[in-house]
């Protein structure tokens, strides 16, 4: 299973990017400040750190530095996420970089801009499509066509919730927990408990949301739908 190791001082980041990953088969690691990432990368050994840009109290740049001389570290890809980036921050970002991820992240991309990092598929992967398309179109050859009709409906409703509903709500998530943290102006106590009860509000909706994603997915598996797909 990849390990990944995500250093950011949003609890909310930290939450969305981890649920999105582990979702997606990967081992996800946090940290909220520098030194915690510190350890965690000694510890954890990942194969992936997603860095947040502006850290409070010390800049993405200083700990990509830090974390490029440690023992070990030296070919494990770190990978920049910001919700900001100016042009003329972006040629040294990519120089000191792996590469860049815009927040809010997009829940369909982000497993495979990681995967892409990482240099591809993993051995497990690799090894569970491997022989899964001979079994899937025998499957499918037996069914009959108001079954594949049903399948591929399922399909279009579990790309729906996958892209077409998650991301937007990450989206949303991410906006109101950066509003009420003060980061684009001063909000009093009123409007910050509102908008806390959206970001939590929001999360239990992305948790339901991700569980008939996943039902949906395992039962399309069962009938090896889409084809080579599992």
């Not at 390990?3 to 949003?10: A, E, K, T």
């Not at 510890?43 to 070990?72: C, F, N, S």
């Not at 025998?138 to 077409?164: A, W």
Request: net charge negative; proline share 5%; charged share 30%.
């Amino acid at each position: 299973m990849p390990v990944v190791l995500y250093i950011d001082d949003s609890g909310v980041e930290r939450r969305i990017v981890q649920r999105i990953l582990e979702g997606d088969g990967f081992r996800v690691f946090t940290a909220e400040k520098p030194e915690e990432g510190l350890d965690a990368a000694a510890r954890v050994r990942p194969d992936v750190i997603l860095l947040d840009l502006h850290l409070e109290g010390t800049g993405g740049w200083q700990l990509a530095e830090r974390l490029r001389k440690m023992r070990g570290m030296e070919e494990v890809p770190i990978v920049a996420i910001s919700a900001s980036l100016k042009d003329e921050e972006r040629p040294e970002v990519l120089r000191r970089f792996d590469g860049f991820i815009q927040k809010p992240v997009d829940v369909d991309l982000l497993p495979r801009m990681v995967r892409e990092f990482m240099g591809g598929k993993t051995p497990v992967e690799r090894q569970e499509t491997g022989d899964l398309e001979p079994a899937s179109e025998g499957i499918l050859s037996q069914l009959n066509s108001e079954t594949l009709e049903v399948l591929e409906t399922l399909e279009k409703v579990r790309s729906i919730m996958s892209h077409d509903l998650r991301t937007p709500l990450t989206v949303m998530i991410s906006y109101a927990s950066t509003v009420s943290r003060g980061k684009v102006g001063e909000i009093n106590d009123r409007q910050r408990e509102m908008l806390d009860l959206v970001v939590q509000q929001g999360f239990q909706m992305d948790a339901q949301i991700a569980e008939l994603v996943k039902m949906a997915k395992e039962t399309l598996g069962r009938f090896g739908y889409p084809p080579g797909k599992r």
